[in-house]
């Protein structure tokens, strides 16, 4: 099945920095790729997503890049905020249908970010 | 908000004993997938339904086993209790037909003891 490796564990940046967290996945087949932010005693929240056939993907401060064949994507985050601080999650799925399809989403450990004020 | 919403939020359960949770799906979605998280961790897929039928599962044991309603809502039921079943227990909704996202309710945190 599907491996998906994340980086760093822990990432500290000072405010107004930018901050990068790293993916891989082993399935080749895999062709969709989410990433959710999760506060404390709160479920994990979409903040961006990017498909198998796109190299990247903005949304405001936030942008996403994939590497198909290195296997690779990386979440961006500019200008970070102290509302940013959280655990972020990557996610990798052979999506045909429809939320990670019937294999559902393969998630990383997660990346607990923390905005230095 | 992400209008997928789970019950009961917390739980307290004793080892051999049988507990059934809550998830309603957002407004639109036909598609409900179930998490474990356990701390520290990130999710892990249980099982997905669609169509009131067990559309695809993750490496859990049978006596993990869930429900879909004609509303689309959704149970999940674990059987005999064991203490590794302490867990976040997370309910996304999507609709299978549609985009590929899929939106978390906030959760039922189970301790069993």
């Known amino acids: 099945g599907e491996n998906v490796e994340q980086h760093p564990s822990t990432l500290s940046v000072q405010e107004g920095d930018s901050a990068v967290i790293k993916c891989t996945y082993s399935?080749?087949?895999?062709?969709?790729f989410p990433w959710y932010k999760q506060e404390l005693g709160k479920g994990p929240q979409l903040i961006i997503d990017?498909?198998?056939?796109?190299g990247e993907k903005k949304d405001q401060r936030i942008a996403v890049t994939l590497n198909k064949t290195a296997k690779h994507f990386s979440l961006h985050i500019t200008e970070t905020q102290p509302e940013d601080s959280a655990v972020y999650f990557c996610?990798?799925?052979?999506?045909?249908?429809?939320?990670?399809?019937?294999?559902?989403?393969?998630f990383g450990k997660g990346t607990h970010l923390i905005i230095q004020p | 908000e992400t209008g997928v919403t789970q019950s009961p939020t917390h739980l307290i359960k004793t080892r051999g004993q049988q507990v059934t949770l809550r998830c309603s799906s957002q407004?639109?979605?036909?598609?409900v997938s179930w998490y474990q998280q356990a701390l520290g961790q990130g999710p892990q897929f249980i099982f997905q339904?669609?169509?009131?039928?067990?559309?695809g599962r993750g490496n859990f044991p049978p006596r993990f086993s869930g429900l879909q309603f004609p509303n689309y809502s959704s149970e999940l039921n674990v059987n005999a209790l064991e203490l590794d079943d302490s867990a976040l227990y997370l309910c996304?909704?999507?609709?299978?037909?549609?985009?590929?996202?899929?939106?978390f309710g906030q959760g039922t945190r189970l301790t069993v003891v």
């Open positions: 996304a909704s999507s609709f299978t037909g549609g985009a590929h996202e899929a939106f």
């Open positions: 399935d080749s087949a895999s062709n969709y």
């Open positions: 990017i498909r198998s056939n796109v």
């Open positions: 996610a990798a799925s052979i999506s045909v249908g429809s939320g990670g399809g019937a294999d559902g989403l393969t």
């Open positions: 407004s639109g979605h036909n598609t």
């Open positions: 339904y669609y169509r009131e039928e067990e559309n």
